[in-house]
């Protein structure tokens, strides 16, 4: 398995932008698909993006589609998510997750990283 540190949140103004990095350990990294989550105050957690393990597919939420880009560098067992055009609803914990088999089942998680976009 991996291990999964996710940094980068932070506080932003509306129409803003943010970069987030989960550093990831484990010598499966290269091999699994990896998504993003985010867990806003008193909702559940919901799925943000999903890049496949190659890089070539990538996946997002409409309500994040043309704003987020999801990117990784395996090479550096690093996964990103770039935030542009942030607004007040994306504010929430954001989590990185790996899918070490690549079938939609995310089973290694991050710690979170709070992002809040100010109004």
């Known amino acids: 398995q991996v291990q999964l540190v996710e940094s980068g949140g932070g506080l932003v103004q509306a129409g803003g932008s943010l970069r987030l990095s989960c550093a990831a350990s484990?010598?499966?990294?290269?091999?699994?698909?990896m998504g993003w989550f985010r867990q806003a105050p008193g909702k559940e957690r919901e799925f943000v993006a999903r890049?496949?393990?190659?890089?070539?597919?990538?996946y997002y939420a409409d309500s994040v589609k043309g704003r987020f880009t999801i990117s990784r560098d395996n090479a550096k067992n690093t996964v990103y998510l770039q935030m542009n055009s942030l607004k007040p609803e994306d504010t929430a914990v954001y989590y990185c997750?790996?899918?070490?088999?690549?079938?939609?089942?995310?089973?290694?998680w991050g710690q979170g990283t709070q992002v809040t976009v100010s109004s």
């Open positions: 484990g010598r499966t990294f290269s091999r699994s698909a």
């Open positions: 890049i496949s393990w190659s890089g070539g597919n990538t």
């Open positions: 997750a790996a899918d070490t088999s690549s079938v939609y089942i995310y089973n290694v």
